[in-house]
């Protein structure tokens, strides 16, 4: 199970690597399909900036391109983590990662709403 984890993470992480050096290289990035066709902000607008900023280690200027990714992301990565290695057990225990879940998904969709009518 731990090596599946590791795969998936380790696919996510060359991906963001390699998205990274086109984007840096060519300036050519991908353009937000909920922006383009309503001309509203998604809740995930400006994930490539925040990551750009922190790649500068400018977290303040993350955090404000999107502060609910930028916070939900360190959440679960603290929670990946403590996953991997097995401590706490509540941490691995499926109610409370779907809690967690369902608390990062109505944060995302208010955030979403409240960053365009606000």
């Known amino acids: 199970m731990k090596k599946s984890i590791l795969k998936i993470y380790s696919v996510i992480l060359i991906i963001g690597i390699v998205y990274f050096i086109i984007l840096k290289t060519t300036n050519i990035s991908i ?6 066709m309503t001309g509203m902000l998604c809740p995930g607008c400006g994930i490539t900036r925040m990551f750009l900023n922190m790649s500068k280690l400018e977290f303040a200027d993350a955090f404000f391109c999107n502060p609910v990714v930028f916070v939900l992301m360190f959440v679960w990565i603290i929670i990946s983590v403590l996953c991997f290695i097995g401590k706490p057990k509540f941490i691995s225990n499926s109610k409370f990662l779907f809690t967690i879940m369902y608390i990062s998904i109505v944060s995302l969709a208010f955030f979403g709403i409240i960053r365009n009518f606000a």
Do not use: I, K, L, V
Request: charged share 0%; proline share 17%.
């Open 31 to 36: 353009p937000c399909a909920y922006y383009s």
